[in-house]
């Protein structure tokens, strides 16, 4: 075989392997989605898998953590601060919350920036997530009734 023909089925054979790799990884990107649930009621946070490890603080009904990891019975989660901290799977709802990071979020009609305002939401405001909308908008709805549109970056918990 001529040195031309070898050399161009190793560049075939490297970008299928680049191709199949990519490919792989496309794949699995849903396995790195990040996972988020809402704490149900009144929770101790704990330093360790354990109901006798060091209890670090008490997490708010309606919170919303992302789950790291889970164990037999434990969780293993993060909070909108960042802290990692263990708690018992009972203490964990599929509710989806988001709480507010920024120091006023504009919730809107509708999701469009120019749409009306229908109410802002304050730092650290736990709000109930309704859906995602499209084009980095989200639906969400206080704990008093009212709901509407906010930017995703104005929450965290998505």
Do not use: N
């Not at 392997?17 to 101790?44: F, H, I, M, Q």
């Not at 263990?86 to 919350?97: P, Q, S, V, Y």
């Amino acid at each position: 075989m001529p040195r031309t023909q070898g050399l161009a089925l190793t560049i075939l054979r490297r970008a299928s392997t680049a191709g199949l790799l990519c490919a792989a990884l496309l794949a699995t990107e849903t396995a790195w989605a990040l996972d988020y649930r809402s704490v149900s009621e009144v929770a101790p946070a704990f330093d360790a898998p354990s109901a006798k490890a060091k209890p670090m603080f008490v997490v708010q009904p309606g919170t919303p953590v992302e789950l790291v990891v889970s164990l037999e019975g434990w969780s293993k989660v993060r909070d909108s601060k960042g802290d990692l901290v263990w708690m018992e799977k009972k203490h964990l709802a599929d509710k989806r919350t988001v709480i507010v990071r920024v120091d006023r979020a504009q919730v809107r009609a509708t999701g469009d920036g120019k749409a009306a305002l229908v109410f802002e939401a304050e730092r650290d405001v736990v709000l109930e997530l309704l859906e995602a909308a499209p084009a980095g908008w989200v639906k969400v709805r206080h704990r008093d009734g009212q709901s509407g549109f906010l930017k995703t970056q104005q929450v965290w918990g998505m």
